[in-house]
């Protein structure tokens, strides 16, 4: 059974820091390239950043230069660092595994950046 499990929501001040997770099981991790994607209310899902199989990172725009993506493959995981909030960053934020011929979706975990 695959199962991608975000963690790390809360509240943050603007300018805060925070750090999502994301632990995988029942995939061959190595092999899958891992995504942040984002959904605030009223708006669509988006891409944050990606992170490649062999390490290669994407940010959308909108964070780059304040979020970093990063894997570790002995642990399964995949961690989106986010520095410098700001309200419009507020979300849920959701994993997502994909390879050629398979993807999958955590649960998502909501923060809010507010003062």
């Known amino acids: 059974q695959v199962q991608l499990v975000e963690s790390g929501g809360g509240l943050v001040q603007p300018g805060g820091s925070l750090r999502l997770s994301c632990a995988a099981s029942g995939i061959i991790f190595t092999s899958y390239a891992m995504h942040w994607f984002r959904q605030a209310p009223g708006k669509q899902r988006e891409l944050v950043a990606t992170?490649?199989?062999?390490?290669?990172?994407v940010y959308a725009d909108s964070v780059k230069g304040r979020f970093t993506i990063s894997r570790d493959n002995a642990k399964n995981a995949v961690y989106l660092q986010m520095n410098s909030l700001k309200p419009e960053d507020t979300a849920v934020y959701f994993c997502h595994a994909r390879r050629i011929g398979s993807l999958y979706w955590g649960q998502g975990t909501q923060f809010t950046v507010s003062s």
């Open positions: 992170i490649t199989s062999t390490g290669t990172t």
